[in-house]
């Protein structure tokens, strides 16, 4: 059997492989204390991890993590992951990036044609998707849920606004709100309500809550809750009027995002399209693609130019769709 059909076999099993752990572990059950509780409190950062997590993790990626957890980078990317709710820790994402940049580089390598040059230049091309592919889901993801948060954020009010005037107290009303409504903002007030139950000030569980979700409205409820708990006042009334006032940001919203969709969708196609058709011909005709490279200067000044007027061109459409409300 030919050599370069069995590695592409084998490079296709493996990304299936990949792609099913990557499902499993993003909608595996995990308890939300040992998670994501854990990475806000450090003194309950022990505690957090769970005995079955760690039996069940391997030890190299136990040796990742430990590595990772303790460096800015891991924490950076820590908040993202949770921001996104993918069910990864910080050095299993990174070592999930590595190991798909490495069948992606190799299988690029193999089919990169019989130029050595060729074949190294293909294989950064599979290192670079390898690395781009999960950092862009996961802004996707995050974008996706902080959306979904901030259209749920009025009926959350409504919610919280109807358990006050009831008789609950505030942290009653979260819960009501972690029981009653649909992910992902009662999951994100189930936290807050476990955190509270384990002993941290409200204004503390507020603060990680508005970390993990990087909304502008949320954060106005937020100080809004802080305020009142100082000076006092009518909270019921303060978050009915929030409410009515992020109800009507959120229709703006829409309608803009409904007139920029077109423009958005172009620079987005627009801007993906030359690369995407320098990959294919690159793998289908090297000699062709190769004419850059006999003169690196006139051939790397090329690319570099149509780079950056792709950047340019980008920046500016997003720049456009760019509405402030």
Not at 60 to 86: H, P, Q, Y
Not at 119 to 142: D, E, N, T, W
Not at 258 to 263: F, G, K, L, P, R
Request: charged share 20%; net charge neutral.
């Amino acid at each position: 059997m030919n050599p370069l059909l069995i590695l592409l076999i084998g490079a296709i099993i493996i990304l299936i492989l990949i792609a099913i752990g990557v499902y499993i572990s993003s909608t595996s059950e995990r308890t939300l204390i040992e998670d994501r509780l854990g990475r806000y409190l450090e003194e309950d950062r022990e505690a957090a991890r769970g005995k079955e997590r760690q039996e069940a993790s391997t030890a190299l990626t136990e040796w990742v993590n430990k590595r990772v957890e303790k460096s800015s980078f891991g924490d950076r990317i820590a908040k993202n992951l949770a921001r996104a709710d993918m069910k990864f820790k910080a050095g299993e994402f990174i070592f999930f990036i590595f190991i798909l940049a490495a069948v992606l580089g190799g299988a690029a390598y193999f089919f990169g044609g019989e130029n050595p040059a060729g074949k190294l230049f293909s294989m950064a091309l599979g290192i670079a998707v390898g690395i781009a592919a999960p950092i862009i889901y996961m802004r996707s993801q995050q974008a996706k849920r902080l959306r979904k948060f901030n259209d749920q954020l009025p009926d959350m009010l409504n919610l919280m606004v109807n358990g006050l005037r009831a008789g609950y107290s505030t942290m009653q009303a979260m819960e009501a709100v972690s029981k009653e409504m649909p992910p992902p903002i009662s999951d994100e007030f189930r936290r807050v309500v476990q955190e509270m139950q384990l002993g941290v000030p409200m204004d503390k569980a507020l603060d990680n809550l508005v970390r993990r979700i990087p909304s502008e409205d949320l954060d106005f409820v937020v100080t809004a809750i802080n305020v009142q708990r100082e000076v006092g006042g009518p909270l019921a009334e303060i978050l009915d009027t929030i409410a009515f006032t992020i109800r009507e940001r959120i229709r703006i919203k829409g309608e803009i995002r409904v007139m920029t969709s077109q423009v958005v969708m172009s620079g987005r196609i627009l801007s993906a399209v030359p690369f995407v058709v320098f990959v294919i011909l690159w793998f289908i005709n090297q000699d062709y693609m190769g004419e850059f490279f006999k003169n690196i200067v006139c051939g790397g000044i090329a690319l570099a130019v149509g780079m950056i007027m792709i950047a340019v061109g980008y920046f500016v459409m997003m720049k456009i769709a760019d509405i402030e409300v």
